[in-house]
T-cell receptor, first 113, second 116 residues
Framework: AQSVTQLGSHVSVSEGALVLLRCNYSSSVPPYLFWYVQYPNQGLQLLLKYTSAATLVKGINGFEAEFKKSETSFHLTKPSAHMSDAAEYFCAVTLSNDYKLSFGAGTTVTVRA | EAGVAQSPRYKIIEKRQSVAFWCNPISGHATLYWYQQILGQGPKLLIQFQNNGVVDDSQLPKDRFSAERLKGVDSTLKIQPAKLEDSAVYLC??????????????FGPGTRLTVL
């Protein structure tokens, strides 16, 4: 069965600083990987996805993630944090043959002025 | 394009009472999902429908939870009787469906259930 582990339940960054959220996956077959963002009292919104094409994936709002098979990682980054990036971020994995999402526990990002 | 609609947004009930949540997916989406998101955890899939048939309900506590998707459009998730540990946000999502390619899931705003 596939799973993801998000390192760090809470990350605090200064406005303008680098945002780095860590995600490691476990899968016996090539996975599809996703990052979702959840703002307070809202549903999940897809930030970006990796589906076996380019290993560096660019998403919305200036976020990107790199798939590293050797490290079984799919870390999310944004060069310069904005106040509007304060939210909860979830990494998720699905196998290419069943499309059922398994989510990590989430990382809450706060942005300091 | 209208998104996934859910109601109610908030619900507070006493334990052992029953409750129902409603979801209206994006028009034309064949696949519908219900997730349970407990505070501090990621969403967990409860049940997946393809049109009006159940594809996966392996994580649904069938002794108290039930779900239906009549006519392959709207869906209702019911809990009867509720327990304290059912306090969570219940998310509905939909996707185009199909087995040959991954289809993005679009999420509704969720229903926050508090069981006292």
């Amino acid at each position: 069965a596939q799973s993801v582990t998000q390192l760090g339940s809470h990350v605090s960054v200064s406005e303008g600083a680098l945002v780095l959220l860590r995600c490691n996956y476990s899968s016996s077959v090539p996975p599809y990987l996703f990052w979702y963002v959840q703002y307070p009292n809202q549903g999940l919104q897809l930030l970006l996805k990796y589906t076996s094409a380019a290993t560096l994936v660019k998403g919305i709002n200036g976020f990107e993630a790199e798939f590293k098979k050797s490290e079984t990682s799919f870390h999310l980054t944004k060069p310069s944090a904005h106040m509007s990036d304060a939210a909860e971020y979830f990494c998720a994995v699905t196998l290419s043959n069943d499309y059922k999402l398994s989510f990590g526990a989430g990382t809450t990002v706060t942005v300091r002025a | 394009e209208a998104g996934v609609a859910q109601s109610p947004r908030y619900k507070i009930i006493e334990k052992r009472q029953s409750v129902a949540f409603w979801c209206n997916p994006i028009s034309g989406h064949a696949t519908l999902y219900w997730y349970q998101q407990i505070l501090g955890q990621g969403p967990k899939l409860l049940i997946q429908f393809q049109n009006n048939g159940v594809v996966d309900d392996s994580q649904l506590p069938k002794d108290r939870f039930s779900a239906e998707r009549l006519k392959g459009v709207d869906s209702t998730l019911k809990i009867q009787p509720a327990k304290l540990e059912d306090s969570a946000v219940y998310l509905c999502a939909s996707s185009l469906g199909g087995e040959s390619t991954y289809n993005e899931q679009f999420f509704g705003p969720g229903t926050r259930l508090t069981v006292l």
